[in-house]
C-alpha cells in the first residue's frame, strides 16, 4: 500500500496570504488527523475528520480550517497567514480513529515570510 | 490540558553507549505511544503500551509504562548511529478526549560514531 502522501513538500509565503495544504490518506483509511510541530511547541494537534466530518478539534484560532472530501482526502487552510505560522505541518491517516496506529506523511513544511 | 514532559531535551552520545528517555505527566493516560521522526519525516510508531507497569521490547528498545500510567521510559541498549533522531511520547486521553493524541516536545538523541 502506498503511505500517507502531502503536498506541496515546502512552500514559502507572506504574511496576509493564505495557503492550503493537501493529504492523501492510505488507501482504506478513513480519519485523517493534522499536526503542527514547531521547535518550540512540539506537535500539536490540530483537528481531525472522519468520513468527511470533523469529529475533534485542537486549540487553534479560527484562521486554521480543514475539510475532508468522500475520497477521504483532506485538505487544511490558514487564512491570513502570521510568522508564526511557519512550521511543518504533518498529517495522520488512520483506519478508523481512536486507539487505532496513526501513520504520518512526511509533512508540508510552511515558512511565513 | 494534559501536558507530557520529555527528559532530556537533546542527548548526545556515542556508539555502544546505553540510554534512557524519560515520559513524565501529572496526567493518567489511556495507552502512550513512543514514536522516532528522522529529518524530512514524519514519526513512525515504535510502540504503545497500554497497562501499567507494562513493558515492551523491541530489539535493543526497551519500553515502560508506569504503574500509574503517567509515565514511561525508552531504554537503548548499545546504541547504533541508525538511532539518531527525535523520539517523541503521545499519550491517548481517556473517554470523549480519546481521539487526541497529546505528545511531548520530543527527546533528540544523535549517536556518534
Known amino acids: 500500500k502506498a503511505g500517507v502522501t502531502q503536498t506541496p513538500r515546502y512552500l514559502i509565503k507572506t504574511r496576509g496570504q493564505q495557503v492550503t495544504l493537501s493529504c492523501s490518506p492510505i488507501s482504506g483509511h478513513r480519519s485523517v488527523s493534522w499536526y503542527q510541530q514547531t521547535p518550540g511547541q512540539g506537535l500539536q494537534f490540530l483537528f481531525e475528520?472522519?468520513?468527511?466530518?470533523?469529529?475533534n478539534k485542537g486549540n487553534f484560532p479560527g484562521r486554521f480550517s480543514g475539510r475532508q472530501f468522500s475520497n477521504s482526502r483532506s485538505e487544511m487552510n490558514v487564512s491570513t497567514l502570521e510568522l508564526g505560522d511557519s512550521a511543518l505541518y504533518l498529517c495522520?491517516?488512520?483506519f478508523g480513529g481512536g486507539a487505532d496506529t496513526q501513520y504520518f506523511g512526511p509533512g508540508t513544511r510552511l515558512t511565513v515570510l | 490540558t494534559q501536558l507530557l514532559e520529555q527528559s532530556p531535551q537533546f542527548l548526545s552520545i556515542q556508539e555502544g553507549e546505553n540510554l534512557t528517555v524519560y515520559c513524565n505527566s501529572s496526567?493518567?493516560?489511556?495507552?502512550l505511544q513512543w514514536y522516532r521522526q528522522e529529518p524530512g519525516e514524519g514519526p513512525v510508531l515504535l510502540v504503545t503500551?497500554?497497562?501499567?507497569?507494562e513493558v515492551k521490547k523491541l530489539k535493543r528498545l526497551t519500553f515502560q509504562f508506569g504503574d500509574a500510567r503517567k509515565d514511561s521510559s525508552l531504554h537503548i541498549t548499545a546504541a547504533q548511529t541508525g538511532d539518531t533522531g527525535l523520539y517523541l511520547c503521545a499519550g491517548a486521553g481517556s473517554g470523549g478526549s480519546n481521539y487526541k493524541l497529546t505528545f511531548g516536545k520530543g527527546t533528540l538523541l544523535t549517536v556518534n560514531p
Open positions: 495522520a491517516s488512520q
Open positions: 496526567s493518567v493516560f489511556s495507552s
Open positions: 475528520y472522519f468520513s468527511e466530518t470533523q469529529r
Open positions: 503500551v497500554v497497562t501499567g507497569g
